[in-house]
């Protein structure tokens, strides 16, 4: 059984950091794409940013590219993303999720990610 767990969320005031974590089971996590979304109320979940199996490649949605991170470990089935320089829109519930790398080399469509969390709920206070 997979299981994905994301965590690191909380309270911070604007221009802020935060680092969120993801760790995976029950499946071969060198073999999947790791995306981050986010999802603020009354919104669309949107992509926030992916990074290859062999964390060759990442990629980043406008809104957060220069302020945002995505890392892995893959000898921990982890996936990180770090947060700096956080704004009030950046508030939302983020969400960690597995797509198999061989389901194409576009990383921003929800639908292609097969496993997801539960979520961890970011704040950001102005």
């Known amino acids: 059984q997979v299981h994905v767990v994301e965590s690191g969320g909380g309270l911070v005031q604007a221009g802020g950091s935060l680092r969120l974590s993801c760790a995976a089971s029950?499946?071969?996590?060198?073999?999947?794409?790791m995306g981050w979304f986010r999802q603020a109320p009354g919104k669309e979940r949107e992509f926030v940013a992916a990074?290859?199996?062999?964390?060759?490649?990442?990629d980043y949605a406008d809104s957060v590219k220069g302020r945002f991170t995505i890392s892995r470990d893959n000898a921990k089935n982890t996936v990180y993303l770090q947060m700096n320089s956080l704004k009030p829109e950046d508030t939302s519930l983020y969400y960690c999720?597995?797509?198999?790398?061989?389901?194409?080399?576009?990383?921003?469509?929800?639908?292609?990610?097969?496993?997801w969390g539960q979520g961890t709920r970011v704040t950001v206070s102005s």
């Open positions: 999720a597995a797509k198999p790398a061989t389901s194409g080399d576009y990383y921003r469509l929800t639908y292609e990610y097969r496993y």
């Open positions: 029950g499946l071969t996590f060198s073999t999947y794409v």
């Open positions: 990074i290859s199996v062999s964390v060759g490649r990442t």
